[in-house]
């Protein structure tokens, strides 16, 4: 039985970074529960994403295709995926893929949010009074 534990952590409005860390299989079972969780992200337009992987041991197909599918969406909002803490056996199959031309990874999460560009200033914050 696939089992796969999600917990979301969002980092402060002005930085706008999403924080996914998965633990358990990545497979055609647990890959929807993925999906939705980055779906509800985009529905609300958090297109800055880290998904940590340091709890992950396998990744099927379906798994990758999460990742690959939204990857077009979210950087037409200048954002994107980034992937931080993968266990060595991830990392391999990730570059034999050849994902490493789509997606970039990161050894920890700290090092993926400070690869995303300054947060662009929102409409709400440019009309406050200094």
Do not use: C
């Not at 930085?15 to 497979?27: K, N």
């Not at 991830?90 to 560009?117: G, R």
């Amino acid at each position: 039985m696939s089992n796969l534990n999600i917990s979301l952590t969002e980092q402060g409005a002005a930085a706008q970074i999403s924080e996914i860390r998965l633990d358990g299989v990545i497979d055609t079972i647990t890959a929807a529960e993925l999906e939705e969780v980055i779906d509800s992200l985009l529905k609300r337009q958090r297109h800055r994403i880290i998904i940590d992987l340091a709890g992950v041991d396998y990744i099927s197909s379906a798994g990758w295709g999460i990742f690959i599918s939204h990857i077009k969406d979210v950087r037409s909002h200048e954002g994107d995926i980034k992937l931080a803490n993968m266990v060595p056996d991830v990392l391999e199959v990730f570059e034999l893929l050849e994902f490493n031309n789509v997606l970039k990874a990161f050894p920890s999460v700290q090092s993926a949010a400070d690869d995303f560009p300054p947060a662009p200033i929102s409409d709400e914050e440019k009309k406050r009074p200094r």
